[in-house]
């Protein structure tokens, strides 16, 4: 046997053995099993303890910084949350300029050797949950501040993207916002608000399903009524069929709790790949690209009760819509990308196993590493902040200023009642409070 | 033997470069050295702000007029809220501790503890009169009303473009006399910033 031959006659078992090993290298979201067990246990701080163990790569710090933000805020502990989102926030701006490296990197190795930065949703999501952790710490004007970096947020993107970009507008940032200026008394620029997050429901309901709130019919009727706005005020009757909202002057008389239910965990990014041996040449080509897995949940509603009152959440945001079709609108780039970086991976290899014309059987044992070193850094970029919900649900209750025991309840879509719980709430006149859960189901998909 | 030597002392060089890279630098700068890093609301502004108020408030007629409608020598201010209406997260604490030095400093001015502090005081002479000595006591009910109330607020116009950025704040603080609501004083400062980021990093 020469030894050209005992190359080419180890070249086959060594691929072999290479692809049953990929199976063992991580991607991101491999990492993360046990504190989305810990989640599903319904141990956030667990989860958090979990999660901080891991010792992220430079490049996944902004990934690292949402996900520890969340599970604090889960965990109950909103100004640690409220630091590290901050901190989001700043890393993020750090990382706008283009890194030529890491776009090289990216060529040549794989796309999560990028720094991560989020997608438009995720750093949306960043502000929408600042403003929450703020205003349920009660600092209105702190949560003023996010709502206009929001408004910067939104105006910079819709001058990056197309007109027909379903996610053109976050319908949630809007309507939150909305609420902050009419709790800090600026009706001009809450009625905006309102609107803006009116126009953001009609669009995108085809694309994320997610209808106009109950609760936003009211609040636009009501802002019109106030600012004077007659035949706005009419046109949103007809359409809604609502004859009868409770007026400013009257709200303004009472106290209102808003509650928010953060459902469910966003979808998590997994690998799909093709590795095949190329049969002409002998070398294994590797194609890999990230998919969404949508996370289902029961939770349906929940039902606020105190005396004689009652309110019920409308879904607000769905996450998983926005953020699959983000993905989608993406996964061209991305394929393509990654064509281009295995015919750059098999050039490599092809060039090494021909170097070197004296000694034939190095060079082909060198093209078989160079082709293995590329098959085995194609991973795709798997990394999504996950601890995201899976859609956001809300409920406005007004009611007269005094003590209530207010009782939670969370529905099923079957109307099985998933959990209660009794929070003791006190109200002044005038005075919005404001609260919200994370509902996890235990049933969560965990990869093994 | 002598390459393996020079090879050794170049290893040692380059060790010592790699430790001194590594160490934090401190640089101590002039307070009045403006230190652009972000492009945000940082000292200097905070600092420009102060200047602007300090001189604007003591040059102004409120004072005079004070002195001779009320015969009172000197008018008692209280610093109340200066609302950030920003798009940043802004501590307004900076500049309004600043005028209330440079007016407190400029003895025309008195001021009164604001409303948290005046608890903490309240406390301690609530204590004094349990356990301090009869002539160093101090009695309650003898606190000075405020003559004039200062407010203020941050506003921010804010205009991106791709990588460039054009940030306009504007500064107003209001001295209201609380005997009658008016106006006496209307401080102004406009910082218009263009912040250019860059296009490319390592």
Known sequence: MSADGAAAGLRWPCAAACLAALAGCATFSDTIQSTERSLAQQQPKAALAAYEKLKPNPADRVLYLMNTGMLERMSGDYDASTQTLEQTKRQIEDLRALSLREQALSVTVNDATKSFVGEDYERVMVNNFLALNYLERGQLDAARVEALQVDILLREKQQRTAKNNPYAEDAFSRYLTGIIYEDEGEWSDAMIAYRKAYEAYNRQLKSFGVGMPETLKHDLIRLADRMGIADEAKRYREEFKIDQTLSEADLLERGEIIFIVNAGLAPVKRERSVTAPNPATGRIIRVAVPEYRPRAHAFAYALLSADAASAKTSRVENVEAIAMKTLDSEIAGITARAIARAVAKDTLAAAAASSGSNNSSGAALLGLAVNLAGVFTERADTRSWFTLPGDIHLARMPLPPGEYKLKIDLHGADERVLGSREVKISLRKGEKKYLSQHWIPTNLEVRP | ?202
Not at chain 2, 106 to 124: L, Q
Not at chain 2, 160 to 167: H, I, R, T, V
Request: proline share 1%; net charge positive; glycine share 6%.
């Open chain 2, 1 to 202: 033997m002598s390459g393996y030597r020079w090879l050794r002392a170049g290893l040692v060089l380059v060790a010592l470069a790699a430790v001194s890279a590594c160490a934090t630098k401190v640089e101590r700068l002039d307070e009045s050295k403006a230190v652009d890093l972000s492009g945000g609301w940082n000292d200097t502004d905070s600092r420009l702000v102060s200047q602007e108020m300090i001189q604007d408030s003591l040059s102004r007629p409120w004072l005079q007029e004070f002195r001779g409608r009320s015969g009172q020598s000197r008018p008692a201010v209280i610093v109340g809220e200066v609302r950030n209406l920003s798009h940043e997260h802004i501590n307004t604490n900076t500049f309004t501790l600043d005028l209330e030095r440079a007016l407190i400093n400029s003895g025309k001015v008195d001021f009164v503890a604001t409303k948290d502090e005046r608890k903490g005081i309240r406390d301690e002479r609530k204590d004094q009169d349990l356990n301090a000595r009869q002539d160093t006591r101090n009695a309650m009910g003898k606190e000075l009303g405020a003559d004039f109330m200062l407010t203020g607020t941050i506003n921010t116009i804010v205009d991106p473009n791709g990588n460039e950025q054009l940030l306009f704040y504007q500064v107003n603080m209001t001295l209201i006399s609380l005997s009658d609501n008016r106006k006496v004083w209307v401080g102004q400062k406009d910082i218009r910033k263009l912040v250019t980021r860059s296009k490319m990093r390592f």
